[in-house]
Each structure stands twice: as C-alpha cells, then as structure tokens.
C-alpha cells in the first residue's frame, strides 16, 4: 500500500491511497454500506472506526508497500494433481478441409474458456517407434530421407498405425522386421507422446525391444521410394545420447526414445511397462474422433 498525506492538516479524517484498487473498493464499502469513518493516529497508523452494530471495536490497518494486485484475475497457479487428462472442448461444427491417404485436416468451431474460436488440426493415425538395443547395449537407427523438411535423418524403426484393428505392439514387430530385418524377443513399452499436440493429434507409443535376431535373408524390400533404401547403424546408447544433446540427432522419435532409454536404464529397467500395456490416450484419440484410418 502507498499511504500519501493521510495524516496531514490538508487531510485530517482521511487518508488517500494511490494505485490500490482494491483498497479504494474496501473504502466505498465501509464508508456507504457501514457509515464508518477515518482518523489518523500519532503512531501514523489509520484508525477504522466502527459505527455499525457488527461491531463496537475499533482496529488499525498499517499502510503496506504497494503489492501487484489484480482485482478479479484467477490465480494461474495449478495444485492438482500433475498428469494430462482428457478434456473435450464444445465443438458446434466442423469442416473438412482434406482427407488424404495418411492422414486429413479437420477445422473445428470450438469453444474454449468462453471464447467461440476455428481451429485447424491434423487427424492423425498414430504411429509406434521402437528403439532396439543389441547385447552390446548399442540401439539401432536407420537413415531415411524426409521431404517436409528435406533431409536424411536418422531415427529408430517405425511405423504407422493405418491397420484398423491392429494392436500397436503387433504393428511394432512388423515394422521392426520389414526396415531393420530384425526381430526381437524381449518387448516392453518405453515411453508414450504426442508428437505435436498444438496442431495434429499423432500419439507414438515407444517401445523396447531386446534379445533381437536377425531375420534369415536380411530386410525383406517391402518399401518404395523412401523406404527401398534404408541404411542402418548402430550406436552405443551413451553415444546416441549425447548425439542427441548435441543436436546431430532431430528426429522426435529418436530424440524421446533414445533419452528414454538411457533414463529406464539407469534405473534397472523399472519404469518399463508390459508389452501389452493399456494406452488410455489411444482410446480417447478414438473416441473423439482423432484417428485417421484412410481415405
């Protein structure tokens, strides 16, 4: 609180706050509502007295430095518990604006906070990342050209989930057979994300596979154009990570599964869910409508 001349002979019964809105509202309510009034003290404290009947007894207010206040203002501070929960917005209508073979765009009228507001979002089938790591503790990536940004990445095998019907680990195999020519024996769930969840719905399930063999013949050549040519490497997980924070490696899918990795690996392998684990964001992708299945 700022306290300007409130004791001063210009100013004998009030005192005049500046910048302190909700003082000036207190004010206004006990001067009208309550008919009391202001003294000044010696002790330079500000004397509220009471003519209502609530009370009899005055008390002193000391002026305070001046705090940022903000009358009316929610405070943004969380205190629940910290985990993604679903939370659907009202949608009044929607548009299509593309439906392709991979994935469709989808503009939504929607109410969020109070506000009408359209926004554009790319429907998504999801996709599995599996990250590989051999006897050696070293994790297999392959290199693969992408055209959106035009550049050869490197990043764990992968793979859409574009069969209906299909469970994730079951395309996981799959895909670790037909770009790698490996299989594994051990699996576990690694980690779960959303690739970006401010413009496309695309949630990744990441997982371990270990005790892997390969395939007699090698890669079988299912793929074309990007996918008919897919050299791989492997990397000591400890070096992956460092390529990682170094910035050599930008692929999503390696970046939070190779951190991932060595995260689970310095402790145990504990935080390794089974390979069938529930994937609650999964089923509410597709019960809101957020899963692309195809043209």
């Keep these: 609180w700022r306290k300007r001349d409130s004791c001063s002979p210009a100013h004998p019964r009030t005192g005049v706050w500046s910048n302190s809105w909700n003082f000036l509202q207190m004010f206004i309510r006990i001067t009208w509502e309550h008919k009391r009034t202001l003294s000044c003290g010696p002790d330079q404290r500000v004397h509220i007295h009471f003519s209502s009947a609530l009370s009899q007894r005055p008390f002193s207010v000391r002026a305070f430095p001046r705090l940022p206040l903000r009358p009316e203002v ?5 205190l629940g518990a ?4 679903p939370a659907p917005a009202i949608i009044s209508s929607s548009r299509s604006g593309f439906i392709g073979r991979v994935w469709s765009v ?7 906070n109070g506000a009408m507001v359209e926004r554009d979002q790319l429907i998504h089938p999801g996709a599995v990342v599996i990250i590989a790591v051999d006897d050696l503790d070293r994790v297999l990536l392959i290199r ?8 050869m990445m490197f990043e764990p095998p992968a793979g859409l989930l574009d069969v209906d019907g ?33 413009g496309s719905s695309e949630a990744i399930r990441v997982f371990l596979a270990r005790d892997l063999a390969e395939l007699p013949g090698g890669r079988e050549l299912t793929g074309e154009a990007e996918e008919a040519f897919l050299p791989r490497v492997w990397i ?8 990682v924070l170094d910035g050599a490696l930008g692929s999503p899918s ?27 964001v999964r089923e509410h992708l597709m019960r809101e409508r957020r899963v692309h299945f195809g043209a």
């Design 82 to 85: 910290v985990s993604d929960t």
């Design 74 to 78: 929610p405070d943004e501070v969380w």
């Design 144 to 151: 693969q050209y992408r055209h959106p940004i035009a550049m």
């Design 166 to 198: 299909e469970a994730a680990h079951v395309t996981a195999a799959r895909e670790l057979a037909e770009e790698s020519g490996y299989t594994a024996h051990t699996w576990h769930v690694l980690v779960d994300f959303f690739n970006s969840p401010g």
């Design 254 to 280: 390696a970046v939070v599964g190779v951190l991932a990795a060595k995260a689970a690996r310095a402790r145990g392998w504990e935080t390794l869910r089974p390979v069938d684990a529930p994937w609650p």
């Design 106 to 112: 989808r503009s939504d009228t929607v109410e969020i």
């Design 236 to 243: 000591p997980l400890d070096e992956a990570a460092e390529l």
